[in-house]
């Protein structure tokens, strides 16, 4: 993969022990806090699919697992003390791996 995108699988189940009402929401809080930290962004931009994908099954049964892409849209460049330059993302935006793949292992079986 290139070096502005990367391919994660996150563990979601620690939102089941949250209340029932509130796991589907606390999901996608959580899946932005996880970016944040994994990325050191300001602003993470979750695409409107992976949303759906949270909340198909209702408020009460967000998916455990959930597999993104996370892709750098805006990075801010930052010099240390000892000269280097250092890229830090701005913006970044989540979204859905692509199908490809699942299509060639459909074609193949």
């Not at 993969?1 to 189940?13: C, F, G, I, V, Y």
């Not at 970016?35 to 455990?64: F, S």
Request: proline letters at 4%; hydrophobic letters at 35%; a positive charge.
């Amino acid at each position: 993969m290139r070096a502005n995108k990367l391919e994660l699988t996150l563990n979601l189940s620690r939102v089941y022990t949250t209340r029932r009402t509130k796991r589907a929401s606390r999901a996608v809080r959580y899946l932005r806090e996880l970016i944040k930290k994994r990325t050191h962004a300001e602003k993470v931009l979750i695409d409107e699919k992976i949303n759906r994908l949270i909340w198909m099954r209702g408020i009460e049964k967000p998916p455990r697992k959930l597999r993104v892409v996370i892709s750098v849209e805006e990075s801010e460049e930052i010099k240390t003390k000892t000269g280097k330059t250092i890229k830090i993302p701005k913006t970044v935006k989540v979204s859905l791996p692509s199908e490809g793949k699942e299509e060639v292992k459909q074609e193949a079986a």
